[in-house]
């Protein structure tokens, strides 16, 4: 039995897709799919966006990128992580172009070179000359979602130091500079979180003409009715002061529901409900306010439960609530739709 079920809406992130190349204007759309596509499906997710009109696809690493070349063979694939001397004969061989932040530059592979404009982590603090192999320049932005004066102080730092090269392709945007920060588009925008309908401004979607492209569904394998007095879970951290119908679903931390989860918002028989007790690792309990029959389904993500509202009751940003989905099998179900 899969304990829960996962889908991914193919139209939603080409919709996502076209949305953002409406929004880059002149500048071309890259998808990132790193991370596995953030916990949605790297290859599905790099399909749709390719079908949406982006017209590259970025990782972090080449593993990930070599993974995705396997069933993707035309599309244009960005590393962005640094790359390990050994990786750059399996980099060339797979037509991989590579980001650079330090030490030698690579030769016969395309390089994009990093300029650490305010970031402080990957990148050259000065751009070398850029050699033969060099076909973009890139910088990435600390504060994008909420600090556009420190956003265009980087953009300012990197429009001066690449002006030279203004025949390179450059790049600098991630989603959040993308919708908010119409200068930095420049020649490419590197999206990631708003591909996947999720705000980088931690707010509703819909606000950004963006639709969450990611559904969790589990059922009610056990209701109970707790008397005044009993706890359920971990801890005793939810004791009951009246009688109280609770659901137990089969997911838990170990599924990508956090424990920093409790409380947060589920839907149960289409009605939202609250999430009690400790979450443990294969099972939450489910406030109700009346008896439901085991199998009733239980939405953990998607029909307007957010990974914006996971996070902010977990004290974290959406990006790493669905990156630490476990979508696998047999732990999960996955399936693609339309
Ligand atoms: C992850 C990443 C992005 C995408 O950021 P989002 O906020 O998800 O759009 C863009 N550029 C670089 C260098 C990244 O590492």
Redesign the pocket.
């Known amino acids: 039995m899969s304990r829960s079920h996962f889908t991914l809406d193919h139209g939603a992130i080409r919709r996502n897709a076209r949305r953002l190349a409406d929004v880059a204007g002149g500048a071309e759309l890259w998808a990132?799919v790193?991370a596995d596509g953030?916990g949605h499906g790297a290859a599905d997710v790099a399909r749709a966006a390719l079908d949406g009109g982006a017209s590259a696809l970025?990782v972090?690493t080449v593993s990930e990128a070599l993974e995705l070349r396997q069933v993707l063979r035309e599309p244009r694939l960005l590393v962005?992580?640094p790359v390990a001397e050994e990786e750059l004969g399996a980099a060339r061989e797979a037509r991989l172009e590579v980001?650079v932040g330090s030490g030698r530059v690579p030769e016969n592979v395309p390089v994009h070179l990093?300029l650490d404009t305010g970031m402080g982590r990957?990148g050259f603090y000065e751009l070398p000359s850029p050699t033969r192999d060099v076909v973009g320049l890139?910088s990435?932005f600390a504060s994008?979602?909420t600090d556009p004066e420190f956003t265009r102080l980087q953009l300012s730092r990197f429009l001066e130091a690449t002006a030279p090269y203004a025949h390179l392709t450059r790049h600098v945007?991630?989603?959040?500079a993308?919708l908010g920060t119409p200068d930095a588009r420049l020649d490419a925008v590197?999206?990631?979180?708003?591909?996947y309908g999720i705000s980088?401004f931690g707010d509703a979607p819909a606000a950004h003409g963006l639709e969450p492209a990611l559904r969790w569904t589990s059922e009610l394998a056990q209701v109970k009715l707790l008397q005044p007095g009993e706890s359920t879970g971990y801890g005793r951290r939810f004791v009951a002061e009246q009688p109280t119908w609770l659901g137990i679903v089969p997911v838990g931390y170990a599924d990508g529901f956090r424990r920093d989860m409790s409380e947060t918002g589920v839907l149960v028989a289409g009605e939202r409900r609250r999430v009690v007790g400790t979450v443990s690792m294969d099972a939450l309990a489910v406030e109700l306010d009346r008896e439901l029959t085991v199998g009733e389904e239980v939405v953990l993500l998607g029909d307007g439960v957010l990974a914006e509202d996971h996070a902010r009751i977990a004290g974290t940003i959406p990006?790493e609530i669905v990156c630490g989905l476990n979508t696998q099998a047999p732990r999960a179900h996955r399936e693609v739709v339309e």
Request: net charge positive.
């Open positions: 990132v790193k953030y970025c972090a962005l992580g980001a990093k990957w890139m990435h994008s979602e945007a991630n989603s959040a993308a590197r999206c990631g979180i708003a591909l980088p990006y």
